[in-house]
């Protein structure tokens, strides 16, 4: 019978076949090069004073949230350092998410401009097939950034999530991590970086400044060098999918279904 790795690797297999076929469809055909581009994501009009404050207040409200959960935790001594760590990152996630719905109404009152629903585009197939094609560059930029971190002399740290995941044992923690991963990690995180900061960048910046500034804060925000790159190219790609669709359902879809197939892989024993 394969093992559990060899049956993740001919999965991955297929999921990178896929994405390719994906990736050409979509973006590299000569149809789809020549096919005009009408971005649906209308310009956020905030003033800059009003954005820093609202982007403060989110940070500022998920750390609190973050630290207030800390000290609670610290007591309870059955938790383990590392339980208490992603722990308290939920929290960091639901503190942000309370002060986007706080300060938002106060700042930019004006409803946020949704465009018509396009026929034939559904939040979730458009997700996936993002997650597809996107799945095959971030491959790409992985192995071409750690082997030329690797050349430089450049040591490698796995991310602490990894192990985390790898070691969880309990079904209860281990539905607490798969939640926190694909749900409220995702949801967050677009909301914040694709749907707060790249949305108002666009509209100030020249578009790759857009594209790449909050695309590396997003990958600097995960604390880890060998997957900084492959970061990059991941929040890139969803930037500009939010940008052509108008709907950051879908990045977050999407980024739900790459953080999935991230623990997949750890649980079967192939690392990131």
Known sequence: MPSPSAIAVAFEAVLILAGLAVLWRMALSPTARTRPVMPLLPKWEIPPLNFLFFLWGIYAGGFLVQFIVFQLLASVASLTPEMRLIMASAGTDAGMIIAWLLAKPR????????PAPVRGKIPWLSGALTFLAVWPLVILVMLVWQNGLGALGIPLEKQEAIDIFANA????WLGFLI???????PFT??????????????????????LLGPACIFAALHWNLA???????????????????????VTMIAHGLFNL???VLIFAGIGM
């Open 189 to 210: 995180e677009e909301l914040v970086h694709r749907g707060a900061i790249f949305r108002f960048a666009r509209g100030w910046l020249p578009h790759w400044l857009a």
């Open 169 to 172: 044992r309990d079904p209860l």
């Open 107 to 114: 700042l930019d009152p004006r409803p946020v401009a949704t």
């Open 227 to 249: 997957s900084f790159a492959p970061l990059v190219a991941l929040a890139v790609v969803f930037s500009l999918v939010y940008e052509r669709t108008g709907d950051i359902r």
């Open 261 to 263: 197939n991230t623990a």
């Open 179 to 185: 939640s926190f991963a694909v749900v409220l990690a």
